[in-house]
């Protein structure tokens, strides 16, 4: 099973930007799809961006525009970078991995706060 270490959270003011890092102890090319999840305070976890080995990312609507998946397939590593940061960006975001195996794996969680 794919261990995953997530990195680059913070806090960071209105407006800002924030690149998280998801480095995958496997190949990257055994994980069929990577995906950022957030969960806020007292709230379900979401699916924010998901990318998989072909194909176009896909991204919640609310993120649109201002957030960006991708993959470096040397490195193994998946990131998501964060534009135009908003208060309701604030969350502890997860990366996950489904290999092709069909395992399923979360990273630790990283916590990302914006402040207005």
């Known amino acids: 099973q794919v261990q995953l270490v997530e990195s680059g959270g913070g806090l960071v003011q209105t407006g800002g930007s924030l690149r998280l890092s998801c480095a995958a102890s496997i190949s990257i090319f055994s994980i069929n799809i990577f995906g950022w999840y957030r969960q806020a305070p007292g709230k379900q976890r979401e699916l924010v961006a998901a990318?998989?080995?072909?194909?176009?990312?896909d991204y919640a609507d609310s993120v649109k525009g201002r957030f960006t998946i991708a993959r470096d397939n040397f490195k193994n590593t998946v990131y998501l970078q964060m534009n135009s940061l908003k208060p309701e960006d604030t969350a502890v975001y997860y990366c996950h991995a489904e290999e092709v195996s069909g395992s399923r794996s979360w990273g630790q969680g990283t916590q990302v706060t914006v402040s207005s």
């Open positions: 990318i998989r080995r072909v194909g176009s990312p």
